[in-house]
Structure formats: structure tokens, C-alpha cells
């Protein structure tokens, strides 16, 4: 079984930046392939960025470029490092995990990004 916990979410001015952090506990960490999905109220749930147990990335449109998803499988943590962020980034955060085919989600993290 795989549990992770997100943090680092908050409220940030336009242009700002975060890092949203995944922390997560199981077995074999490496081989998980690891997501973050957003969703705002009213909204479905969306995939923002996901990485690989190989490294390979991958980014939604709208975040390219201002998004970088990366891993340190030492700490067993996933992150999303967020730049130049816009009021439409405000969502909650979600980090998901993938493993022998099933997906595993944490609990979310507020982000909100407003003057």
C-alpha cells in the first residue's frame, strides 16, 4: 500500500512561486509513477504534471514552461516546483501515485494565488 501527504500549498500573489511537496510511504518508491493533479471548485479534477519511475515528464499545456515536476527517490518525495503563478492556478493540489496498476491519492494541499 502506498500513502502519501502533500504540503506546501498557500496563498501567493500573482507572479509568485511555490513548491508543493509529496511525501510518500510504501515499498519500492522508485518504481512509482507519480502525478499532480489540480482541481478548482465546479471543476474536474485535471492532470497538471507527472514524471516517470523512469524520469520522463510530461505537462499540461497551460503550466509548460512555469511547472517543473521532479523526484528525489532518496527522500521518497515527489515536488512541483511553481512559477510565475496565475489566479487561475488556484486550485487544490493533489499528488497521485501509481503502483502494479492501481492509482494512489493524497489528501491535497490548497494553493491560491490572488492579489
Known amino acids: 500500500q502506498v500513502q502519501l501527504v502533500e504540503s506546501g500549498g498557500g496563498l501567493v500573489e500573482p507572479g509568485g512561486s511555490l513548491r508543493l511537496s509529496c511525501a510518500a510511504s510504501?515499498?519500492?518508491?522508485?518504481?512509482?509513477?507519480m502525478a499532480w493533479y489540480r482541481q478548482a471548485p465546479g471543476d474536474e479534477r485535471e492532470l497538471v504534471a507527472s514524471i516517470s519511475s523512469g524520469g520522463s515528464t510530461n505537462y499540461a499545456d497551460s503550466v509548460k514552461g512555469r511547472f517543473t515536476i521532479f523526484r528525489d527517490n532518496a527522500k521518497f518525495t515527489v515536488y512541483l516546483q511553481m512559477n510565475s503563478l496565475k489566479p487561475e492556478d488556484t486550485a487544490v493540489y493533489y499528488c497521485?501515485?501509481?503502483?502494479?496498476?492501481?492509482?494512489?491519492w493524497g489528501q491535497g494541499t490548497q494553493v491560491t494565488v490572488s492579489s
Open positions: 510504501g515499498t519500492a518508491f522508485s518504481i512509482y509513477a
Open positions: 497521485k501515485a501509481n503502483y502494479i496498476f492501481r492509482n494512489y
